[in-house]
């Protein structure tokens, strides 16, 4: 048996980086965004697409990439389970390059969700089990799905309307340092509860944004990863599973099964790392109780305990632990699968380049969902 | 600009015997006859981890079950009047559902609590179509 340990350290990312802009790009497609983000990431590394000869993305297929690129990678991953893929694609390029199959490895994202330009449309669904199962009650986008669990987790542990409108507070508090965040004024808690009911119990200010844009990555082994402009940014552990599709089959509405029994223990073991050494969070925020399910699924605090510790503001500028310091999908930007763009605020931090930098980070751990709790990754990224 | 039909189910093979029998105001669920489980939805094995049995049988559940989890949604389908109700059903046999609640006007928190006795409606949409509805069961 091989053990993931030997892998941890082994890879590097060496170049990274988002389209010019985020928000609201109508004039960019979808691959066009994919495209930005691969030259902005490997100008980053001082590279070129003729270096690339592994390729993963979701959202597009590789092969629409790779033809859009004029490239022929000779290794391939098109994982595809929604914001947490690009996370696994990370996981799955170190595996690669361990094994030989790539030396440089280009992972992108780009998705026009709110200009809706060169975007496929949804195919037949009325057959599938969401189709037949869930779909004629009246589901309808993330906010109606994503959402139902939270009840339960309120019923069970007490969590409240303001512990879930405190994330919105402690993530919109980052987003005022930077620049490129789509929402930048302070709100308050009042304001959170004081905006439109979307989906009890998500309101309008629980929610993420929908803008436009992309990033991507350049792995290469530790072999070369010294030899680039920017210092590396270390692959420590990962971890990814999957458990459902249609929210009405969760395994538990209380808990985020998949992540507290196999992602979090998968990238910690790897990493040989416990909670004490990380210095920085990145936990995707499609929804106020996202970072609270994965808080408490990834053992920074104990089940139920999630609610309480945002409201104590512990995530927040001056917190213990900084959590989401882009402003998150809640407030710096959400293209449907914001993944990319939580990697990619752990590499600046780690770099030393965030528009609101943390002080001595030396290790970020990076969580996403992919579908509505479905799938879970887990990323452990360092310094040094 | 037509407001979006209601999304209606397109029965496969494996859940015919689900949709047909909705149409009798039956519900016909799967349970495994290695571990006596029910489940939703319909196939044909057993998916529970550390089963997965392809030894299963059709049966008339009861239709009672509990309020797992739900939101009331207040921006959602064109085809639905806001608030509506999106709840999962945990059935006394065993298998969870989404639904829609029937008997509420003004969906809130207060009236639906988590966990609460649920009983099967039936809402005939068409000649061809069954939905399954829940409703509160008067304590």
């Not at chain 1, 009840?151 to 303001?162: D, K, S």
């Not at chain 1, 552990?237 to 969760?250: C, F, K, L, P």
Request: charged residues 20%.
């Amino acid at each position: 048996m091989f053990d993931s340990r030997e892998l941890s350290h082994k890879v590097a990312i060496v170049g990274a980086a988002e389209t010019d802009t985020v928000g609201v790009l109508p004039n960019h497609s979808v691959l066009q965004l994919h495209a930005e983000s691969a030259f902005n990431a490997l100008r980053d590394a001082g590279l070129t697409l003729d270096d690339v000869d592994g390729l993963a993305t979701a959202g597009v297929s590789p092969a629409a990439l790779t033809e859009y690129l004029g490239i022929m990678p000779r290794w391939l991953d098109g994982t595809a389970v929604g914001g947490g893929s690009f996370l696994m694609h990370v996981g799955h390029a170190v595996a690669a390059i361990a094994a030989g199959y790539a030396d440089v490895v280009l992972v992108t994202h780009g998705e026009s969700g709110r200009s809706r330009v060169g975007a496929a449309g949804p195919g037949r669904t009325d057959s599938t089990p969401g189709g037949q199962f869930d779909a004629p009650f009246g589901t309808f986008g993330p906010p109606t799905m994503f959402s139902v669990p939270i009840a339960a987790h309120m019923a069970r542990y007490g969590t409240t309307e303001e512990h879930l409108a405190a994330v919105s507070v402690a993530t919109r508090q980052w987003a005022t340092m930077n620049p490129r965040a789509m929402m930048r004024d302070p709100i308050t808690i009042d304001d959170v509860l004081a905006s439109r009911l979307i989906a009890w119990p998500l309101r309008l200010l629980n929610c993420c944004l929908v803008t436009d844009g992309g990033g991507a990555l350049v792995l290469v082994s530790e072999a070369r990863a010294r030899d680039f402009p920017k210092p590396p940014v270390w692959v420590l552990g990962r971890g990814e599973a999957v458990q459902h599709t249609n929210i009405s089959q969760m395994w538990d509405f209380t808990e985020w099964t998949a992540a507290s029994r196999i992602t979090g223990p998968e990238a910690f073991r790897m990493a040989d790392l416990d909670h004490s050494a990380i210095d920085h969070l990145m936990l995707y925020d499609a929804f106020s109780h996202t970072p609270i399910y994965a808080m408490e699924a990834l053992g920074f605090v104990k089940e139920g305990d999630g609610g309480p510790w945002f409201a104590e503001m512990r995530s927040a500028p001056g917190g213990v632990l900084p959590v989401n310091t882009n402003g998150g999908g809640l407030s710096y930007t959400h293209t449907g699968m914001y993944g990319m763009f939580a990697i990619q605020e752990a590499v600046r931090q780690l770099r030393g380049e965030a528009a609101a930098q943390v002080d001595g980070v030396q290790t970020s751990l990076v969580h996403a969902p992919g579908g509505m709790f479905s799938a879970t990754a887990t990323l452990i990224l360092g310094n040094q | 600009m037509t407001t979006p039909a209601r999304p209606l189910p397109a029965p496969t093979p494996e859940t015919r015997e689900y949709w047909d029998g909705l149409k009798r105001h039956e519900l016909r669920l799967q349970r495994c006859r290695a571990c006596s489980r029910a489940y939703f939805y319909p196939r044909p094995f057993c998916p529970y981890p550390g089963c997965h049995s392809q030894d299963v049988e059709w049966f008339t559940a009861s239709g009672r079950g509990n309020l797992a989890s739900y939101v009331i949604v207040h921006r959602g389908h064109p085809a639905f009047g806001t608030p509506y109700v999106l709840a999962v059903v945990e059935m006394t046999e065993g298998g969870r559902m989404m639904t829609n609640l029937s008997g509420i006007d003004d969906p809130t928190p207060e009236a639906l609590p988590v966990g609460a006795e649920m009983e099967i409606d039936f809402e005939d949409v068409n000649d061809a179509l069954t939905l399954p509805s829940w409703r509160l069961v008067k304590g």
